[in-house]
Structures are given as C-alpha cells and as structure tokens.
C-alpha cells in the first residue's frame, strides 16, 4: 500500500487495542468459502474459510473490566504506563462483524462497507486476513501457481482504495515468537507492510504507546515510535477510477519491527528496510487512459475478474542493454522495466536499493497473507492512485497523472460524509495451479467479447497475471508480474511477442484480442502462458 497510516478511522466514542484475549464479546470469524483447484480435477471449494478483522479496528479494555486502554486518540495512563505493562493489562476482544464495521459474508462473498453507524458512533474502513483455522492465517506460498478472484469497485468513487495484497506476516499472527501477544491471528495480530506503518497500536506482542502522538486530522488514530516492516504484493489497489499493481521488496524477509525516525522512515520517506513506492503499474499513469475506468474496455460499473499468475525461471540471465526512455514494448513489470520507468518519471530508485523483484521472490516462496481492506487516506488523499501526483508537479509531465480524479478529491473528512455508502465486494477467491482457476472459454463468449492482454513482470521468475470478466460484456484483462525465485535479483524479462510499443507519452499500452482471435486457446513466449 502506498500510505496506510492513517488505515484506522474509528469514530467510536471508546476504543481501545490491545494484546489479551478478552471475553466481552464473542469472536466469530465469517465464514468465506473459497476454492483450491488443479489442472487435473479442476477447482474444489473450501468451506471451512473464513476471515478475522484486523486488531488494530478491535475493541481494548482492561482485562478486568471494560475500561477502554486507549480512548480517542489517547492511551490510558494507567493502564498503559509503559509497552509491557499495557500489553498485560489490554484485553483485545471479539468484534460484532455487520453491526459494528459492516463487514458481511455470504458463501463465496465479501462486501465490505466504508462507513457503518453502530451502537458507539460510526467505523470507518476495515482490514480482515483469510484463515486456514480458527488459529492461523491462510499461507499462500505463490510460485508457479495462480491467485484469482471477482471484484465489484462500481461503489468506490475517489479517494478510496478498496486493496488486495500480500503480506509477509507470521501464519499465527506473532503468537509464537512474541510471549506477550496471547491473542494471535485468531484476534488479526502482527500487521505488516512496506510502509513500516506506525499507528499500528501493538507491535511484536508489545504496546506502540512509547513517544505515541495523536494524529491533528484525526481524532482517534496517531503513531508511536515503533513500525512493522515486511514485504508486500499490492494484487489489486483500486476504485472506480484507477487500479495499481505494485511489488514492494524490502531488505528483510518476514515481519520485522523498527524502532525510531531513521528505522521507520520518518526523517526520511527511503530509510526504512522496505521500499514505499513499489514498481507501480497503474494503466493510466503508464498513458493508456482510456484502458480502464466507467464504461471503457475494463468497465468498472460491472463487476471482473482478476487473474494472478506467479510463474517461475531459475536460469536466464538479466538483460544488460538498456531501452531508450520507455520506447521498448513493455507489457511487464520487468527489472529493465523498473529501471527505465524511474528514469523517465523521475523517481526515487528505492525499489531497485531494496532487492526489487528478486526479494519478491523470495517472500513468495517463503509465504504469504492474503489481506482484503477498504481505506481512505488521511495523509494525501488516496491522490497517488486516482489523481495528478505530486500536486505541486506539472500534470504533463510523464507518471504525474494516475487518474481522473480532481487534486481537490478525497480528503477524508469531507467523503467520510459524502461517500459514507461506498462499499467494495470480492468474491469467488480461487488458487491452484496455473491456468487453472479461470476458463479460457469464458473470456471469449458471451457475443464476441474482448480479450484484453496488458502485463507486468518482476526478475527471477515469478508472474503475476491480472484477468478481468465484466459480466457483460465478456472480457479479460491479463497483467502479469514476474519474480525471482533463487537468489536476490536473479533476472527475468518476459514480453509477448506481440507486445504493444511504450513511449514516454504512453507507456504500457495493451494488446486487445477481438473476435477474430477467439479461436487462439493461448498466447505463450518463452516464460508466461496468457489464455485467450
């Protein structure tokens, strides 16, 4: 995620976090079925999946009474004097699911509401991870297999981000390494991301309350001294007006706390271990942008698909010439990619300093949350996905644009207001092997569809394939990151023979397939396989 500092919105008249399981309310994850399919018995259902909420949304209190730990945007002294203590005296208890956050299930569905009124006031956003049991998270290890599911962003105007990621987070929430954390990924503990975020209220089993200083444009979040570091696939950052697909590397393999200015890039945006920008693939900020958006070729009034293929390549060497500008045909998030894309926007090479796609690599193989959020952004506005950014700079100029959105567009407090109906649906979630979570025939039914091929890649062999099904008409969009998968910044570039040309102008254009080529079953060259 580009920003998720200001994540926790609560306007909950008390609110408290912590790190004890208490008994006030029972916990009751919602159950989400999704499906685990092979290429030889097609996609089975797991019923027994489920989601928990993040802790950092959950209500704290003393674990002798309901006495808040932490109320508005404060700690209580003395339940709270210091990290320890308050981790001991916190229970972090179960959450009411519809009535309090609106977050609601239903089979295979997801919806998740921006703004829900309840008994305490009103929750704004939400985060919830998927479950492999009552007790541990789902772990996706993504090399060489595929991650697919349905999205409806149709109620997500500016401003909002409605995010499917990765994260390198324990499978039990920090339960086993952190003795002071009894509540673990039943209670949505041990949080993490490329930004090294800082409002998280309890870090590594310990509370966050040492230097904590209460946000000015919030009145229940702030930031403590400590951060949680780790690395992060951004599958989906999206709304109705723009979507990003964005690998952040990071130094370290798995969550990783950080301690002071320096550490946790607050003296400066690049010091952390993690790299905050990405290598960023946003149609509208590469220069086609009329790809996706209401009523274009990807038409977000209707609900898609997105296909995730992470393929794999232990043996090809990087490509050492380099690409004028962006005038070569990219249609991957490659290394020489990342390289170029920086130059010509001008940006900060911190992806390539913190191992780019070959640390990737290796967090894929090693495992990953799946992480499911709605957000606003209460530090610019959400403006780097669906507006011109930075706002001081010439909207001409090449990766300034990143969307339709006005510079004047989601600022928190105003579409908390105007926008508190907003809400996002994901469903159908399937894994498995590739090409085996989405039909090929679909893409081109339905009264001679569209099939639209853009893709992004990552060295050392890992793909990531994005596929989008409007319901009508029928329609695929295929994106594809590839990642390392031996050592760091082991090289891959993969493009398609028939790749579309970037400019400076318009970089990343996209290869759309009519009618014509609907009898072609796949597009393949020397490492990616794109159905048509």
């Not at 001991?88 to 569905?109: K, R």
């Not at 229940?220 to 690395?231: A, I, L, Y």
């Not at 370290?252 to 706390?257: A, D, H, L």
């Not at 191992?355 to 990953?368: K, P, T, V």
Request: charged share 15%; glycine share 8%; with cysteine.
């Amino acid at each position: 995620m580009f920003n998720k500092a200001a994540l926790v919105t609560f306007s909950f008249l008390a609110v408290a976090f912590g790190q004890q399981v208490g008994t006030l309310t029972a916990e009751t994850h919602p159950s989400l079925s999704w499906e685990k399919c092979t290429t030889a018995g097609g996609c089975v259902a797991q019923p027994s999946g489920s989601v928990t909420l993040d802790a950092n949304w959950r209500w704290v209190h003393s674990t002798t009474s309901s006495t808040n730990c932490y109320t508005g945007n404060t700690w209580d002294a003395t339940l709270c004097p210091d990290a320890t203590t308050c981790a001991q005296n916190c229970a972090l208890d179960g959450a009411d699911y519809e009535n309090t956050y609106g977050i609601t299930a239903s089979d295979s569905s997801l919806t998740l509401k921006f703004v829900q009124p309840n008994a305490n006031g009103k929750n704004v956003g939400s985060r919830v991870y998927l479950m492999a049991s009552n007790s541990e998270y789902e772990m996706f290890k993504l090399l060489n297999q595929e991650f697919t599911f349905d999205v409806d962003v149709s109620n997500l105007p500016c401003g909002l981000n409605g995010a499917v990621y990765f994260s390198q987070m324990d499978a039990d929430g920090g339960l086993a390494r952190f003795p002071t954390n009894k509540a673990g990924a039943q209670y949505g503990t041990g949080y993490c991301d490329s930004q090294c975020p800082r409002d998280i209220k309890f870090i590594d089993g310990l509370a966050n309350s040492a230097g904590w200083t209460p946000d000015s444009n919030s009145a229940n979040s702030g930031t403590g001294s400590m951060g949680t570091c780790c690395n992060e696939m951004d599958i989906w950052e999206a709304n109705s007006i723009s979507a990003a697909v964005t690998p952040h590397p990071c130094t370290v393999q798995g969550q990783t706390s950080c301690t002071g200015d320096d550490a946790c890039a607050v003296s400066s945006r690049y010091t952390s271990v993690c790299d905050p920008d990405g290598c960023d693939f946003n149609s509208f900020r590469m220069g086609n942008t009329t790809f996706l958006g209401p009523d274009m070729i990807v038409d977000t009034t209707k609900p898609f698909t997105v296909v995730t293929q992470f393929l794999t390549d232990d043996g090809h060497p990087e490509l050492s010439r380099q690409h004028p500008g962006l005038s070569t045909a990219y249609n991957s998030i490659t290394t020489d990619f990342c390289n170029d894309q920086k130059a010509v926007f001008g940006d900060t090479t911190d992806f390539q300093t913190k191992g780019g796609l070959g640390n990737m690599g290796e967090a894929f193989a090693s495992g990953m949350v799946l992480v499911l959020s709605l957000w606003d952004d209460y530090a610019v506005n959400m403006l780097w996905l669906d507006s011109d950014y930075p706002t001081t700079a010439d909207p001409t100029s090449p990766g300034v644009a990143r969307g339709t959105c006005s510079t004047d567009s989601g600022v928190p407090a105003t579409i908390e207001t105007s926008d508190a109906s907003a809400s996002v649906v994901y469903s159908n979630i399937k894994f498995g092997d590739l090409n085996s979570t989405y039909s090929a025939s679909s893409s081109s039914s339905g009264g001679g569809g569209t099939t639209v091929v853009p893709t992004t890649t990552t060295p050392g062999g890992t793909t990531t394939a994005l596929s989008a099904l409007p319901v009508l008409p029928r329609l695929t969009m295929v994106n594809a990151v590839v990642l390392a998968t031996v050592v760091p910044l082991p090289a891959l570039l993969a493009q398609l023979a028939r790749s579309p040309t970037l400019t400076t102008a318009s970089a990343s254009r996209y290869l759309a397939i009519g009618p014509e080529n609907a009898e072609r079953s796949r597009c393949r060259n020397r490492f990616l396989f794109f159905r048509y």
